[in-house]
């Protein structure tokens, strides 16, 4: 009973290096999502997505890019990192096409540090 | 646009101390409210929510009531352990694009709780 995965747990960037925080999640739930968690600011979603093939963008986009191939995995792209980057990063998926009172199931996020 | 405000934090009680946290909402629609915690070094869980006007969800001696005519969805408990120490977000669901919903999250509130 994996849930929502997040891979890596920690990562170091240098700026202007890219990379790609992976989720994936077992649960065949249409929805999933990208926040970010910085302090006093909550949680800010970036992408998100209603199913394969389809993602749109949420509050803060800039600098990240995201596909959805397939319904288990919803890559996050950071294109060229910079320090502002620098947050704890969850993927969060939901069976709430069309209902509104499920909830998400969260991974357990990606802190990523940029220098 | 929706929005969620919760009570600045920190908050510090001792042990068996009554605890509040508020939490009130601005949405266009009627969405659902919800209450997730974040653990140290977690993802977020949900603990409990409510769908509609006059619901009460509770979960693990929390209990928070949906009060629609003073957009409110307080968080209380009447015994507080040291082992509720951790982060709680408010948040909503309303329809977003797509036929999805998608949670708004209030900025959180630290609670610590000493023996």
């Known amino acids: 009973n994996a849930g929502v995965t997040q891979t890596p747990k920690f990562q170091v960037l240098k700026t202007g290096q890219s990379m790609t925080l992976q989720c994936a999640q077992d649960?065949?739930?249409?929805?999933m999502s990208w926040y970010r968690q910085d302090p006093g600011m909550g949680l800010r979603l970036i992408h998100y997505s209603v199913g394969a093939g389809i993602t749109d963008q949420g509050e803060v986009p800039n600098g990240y890019n995201v596909s959805r191939s397939t319904t288990e995995d919803f890559p996050l792209r950071l294109l060229s990192a910079a320090p502002s980057q620098t947050s704890v990063y969850f993927c969060a998926s939901s069976a709430a096409l069309g209902r509104s009172n499920y909830g998400y199931t969260f991974g357990s996020g990606t802190r990523l540090t940029v220098v | 646009g929706n929005s969620v405000t919760q009570m600045e934090g920190p908050v510090t009680l001792s042990e068996e101390a009554f605890l509040t946290i508020n939490c009130t909402y601005t949405a266009t629609g009627y969405p659902s409210l919800f209450w997730y915690v974040q653990y140290p070094g977690e993802g977020l869980q949900l603990l409990l929510k409510?769908?509609?006007?006059?619901d009460k969800g509770s979960n693990k001696g929390f209990e928070a009531t949906y009060r629609k005519e003073t957009t409110s969805f307080h968080l209380e408990k009447g015994s507080v352990q040291v082992s509720d120490s951790a982060v709680y977000f408010c948040?909503?669901?309303?329809?977003?694009?797509?036929?999805?919903?998608?949670?708004?999250f209030g900025k959180g509130t630290k609670l610590s709780v000493i023996p």
């Open positions: 948040a909503l669901s309303d329809l977003a694009g797509a036929g999805s919903y998608q949670l708004t």
């Open positions: 409510a769908t509609k006007a006059d």
């Open positions: 649960m065949n739930h249409e929805y």
